[in-house]
């Protein structure tokens, strides 16, 4: 399928010129977070993308320090999230087209959901508010998916720290214990 | 039939024998597997490495009929009250076994899902490390609890 009328739609619905990079079935376009659902649900109703394939995050906090890697987030946007969608032809089972759309958002936004087009996404957006805190509007009663309700923080998020541990029974640190020596790697019983 | 037997104390430790003896022998093991381990723990269990010639064959799926406790895979923050309740669960005499280096300390996983070791949460009596162990490891491992059950007699 020929992307260049559907990227034109999408300019179109958001009203400003898109950044597109990658092409054929790796096409990523990047739309602002306002638009994000819009998009899908058009792309959803006139374009036939009828799966989500994902919908994730990630959090460029600190990418590239110290490197020549440039951080393509924008200022004070922090959280690239991430809807991957997939064209299926229901009558041939051939993928027909992918697409990706990049939203950049900060901590505190709250991208609208979008669980009522894909129930699929039910889930992934509970991972995305487990995993690195970004909460999606319409469901402030969101509940975590991995982590136990007990624990506090979102753990991929880059300023969560590393050795953190917020264990249910048992020590809070267990670097303190005895530790296993490389002589001992072969079973051994504990009297 | 005045005589006491027990005075000299024979009877009593050829008893703690024959009790270790037979609960060496007949360990039954509750499977708690949680992830790839797994796999290597089914190719002991089944008939190609089989387990059941120490007889450690048989798995009982309700921790209250079973002896050894085998924790088979990562054990995360998540489940570790899970395993703790099956452990307290279980009857006395009881064993866990730390089956893959997950379960001995958390292995590659030094995250904030997973626990260290699981001998942080309930005693262990054995460790067998690998990633995942090999079949003989895990044998080996096999003869060592079962040495040790023999020498704990009627103790544990």
Redesign the interface.
């Known amino acids: 399928m020929d992307l260049a009328p559907i990227l034109s739609d999408i300019e179109a619905l958001c009203g400003a010129p898109l950044s597109a990079r990658g092409a054929g079935s790796d096409t990523v376009l990047t739309v602002p977070p306002a638009k994000a659902r819009a998009a899908v649900e058009f792309l959803k109703a006139k374009h036939g993308f009828n799966v989500l394939v994902d919908l994730t995050c990630v959090d460029y906090q600190g990418f590239g320090k110290g490197t020549q890697n440039v951080s393509p987030a924008p200022e004070g946007r922090r959280f690239k999230l991430v809807y991957r969608l997939m064209a299926l032809d229901a009558g041939t089972g051939l993928i027909k087209a992918r697409l990706a759309l990049d939203s950049w958002v900060d901590g505190e936004s709250v991208p609208a959901t979008i669980k009522d087009l894909f129930p699929a996404a039910d889930w992934l957006e509970r991972e995305v508010w487990d995993m690195f805190g970004v909460r999606f509007a319409d469901r402030p009663d969101v509940k975590r998916i991995l982590m136990y309700p007990e624990f506090t923080g979102h753990p991929l998020r880059k300023d969560y720290p590393i050795k953190k541990r917020q264990p249910l029974i048992g020590p809070a640190d267990a670097s303190a214990r005895e530790r296993l020596s490389p002589a001992d790697l072969r079973p051994r019983i504990v009297e | 039939m005045e005589q006491d037997l027990s005075a000299p104390g024979i009877l009593t430790s050829q008893l703690d024998q024959a009790i270790g003896w037979a609960r060496k022998y007949s360990i039954f093991q509750y499977p708690f597997v949680t992830a790839c381990c797994g796999m290597e723990f089914m190719s002991v269990a089944c008939s190609h490495y089989d387990i059941d010639r120490f007889g450690a064959g048989f798995p009982r799926f309700s921790p209250r009929q079973a002896d050894v406790l085998m924790v088979v895979g990562t054990i995360s ?2 489940i ?2 899970v395993l ?1 309740r099956i452990y307290d669960q279980m009857a006395a005499p009881k064993w866990v076994v730390a089956f893959g280096v997950c379960t ?3 292995g590659f996983y030094d ?3 997973t ?3 699981i ?3 309930l005693p ?6 690998g990633c995942p162990p090999r079949p003989e ?2 044998l ?2 096999l003869m ?2 079962q ?2 059950i023999q020498a704990q007699g009627r103790r544990a």
């Open positions: 923050h998540k570790a009250p703790r001995c300390t958390g995250n904030y899902a626990v260290q070791g001998d942080t949460i262990v009596d054995l460790y067998i490390p490891t895990v080996e491992g060592l609890l040495k040790k």
